[in-house]
């Protein structure tokens, strides 16, 4: 499976923006899709996920509210609505995407993914 994130940029506080993720592959329905972020000098973080069928969805607490994952099987593209963002917000976000269970112990621990896309930079002014 290859990804590519894209739909990244410079927005004010407040703004919404929407990131997506393209894969490549004939089983994109078997994967849980992620969604992680890394801000300039800190870890990368778990910041959304879905399920293969898009039935079931997480998000980070620092998000909850504001961001919104959804996937289109068909299109093979993953989508991570991103409303009322913040200065915080500010990082690269990465797409990934693992084949197997729906288990938070493993949608949240970047570690589980096989396959990562190459980043897209989202950064909030104040």
């Known amino acids: 499976v290859q990804l590519q994130a894209y739909g990244g940029g410079l927005v004010q506080a407040g703004d919404s923006l929407r990131l997506s993720c393209a894969a490549s592959?004939?089983?994109?329905?078997?994967?849980?899709m992620g969604w992680f972020r890394q801000a300039p000098g800190k870890e990368r973080e778990f910041v959304a996920a879905v399920s293969g069928g898009g039935l079931s969805t997480d998000y980070a607490d620092s998000v909850k509210g504001r961001f919104s994952v959804s996937r289109d099987n068909l299109k093979f593209t993953v989508y991570l609505q991103m409303n009322s963002l913040k200065p915080g917000d500010t990082a690269v976000y990465y797409c990934?995407?693992?084949?197997?269970?729906?288990?938070?112990?493993?949608?949240?621990?970047?570690?589980?993914?096989?396959?990562w896309g190459q980043g897209t930079q989202v950064t909030v002014s104040s």
């Open positions: 592959g004939r089983t994109f329905s078997n994967y849980v």
């Open positions: 990934a995407a693992y084949r197997g269970l729906w288990s938070s112990s493993r949608y949240r621990d970047g570690h589980e993914y096989d396959y």
